[in-house]
């Protein structure tokens, strides 16, 4: 099996960035699924990308990555 990391430093897709948006707002990968009118696998398989996109060790840590990168980039 090859190193799924290269993805690292990679910009965010459209779908990956929508996907990580909705993810803040709590949504479950299955309520993303349905609202996304996809199949929970295809969330999940998205999701593992952007992980591996953002330099995340976890999901989880991908949203707050992401959500942190949002803040910033905010005006103030």
């Not at 199949?39 to 591996?52: D, F, H, L, Q």
Request: charged share 20%.
């Amino acid at each position: 099996m090859s190193n799924p990391e290269p993805l690292r430093g990679q910009p965010l897709s459209p779908g990956e960035t929508t996907l990580l948006r909705y993810l803040t707002q709590g949504y479950t990968v299955a309520g993303l699924a349905l609202r996304l009118g996809t199949r929970a696998a295809t969330v999940r398989r998205r999701a593992e990308r952007a992980r591996r996109k953002l330099g995340a060790t976890t999901l989880d840590h991908a949203v707050q990555l992401y959500a942190q990168q949002q803040a910033a980039a905010r005006p103030r």
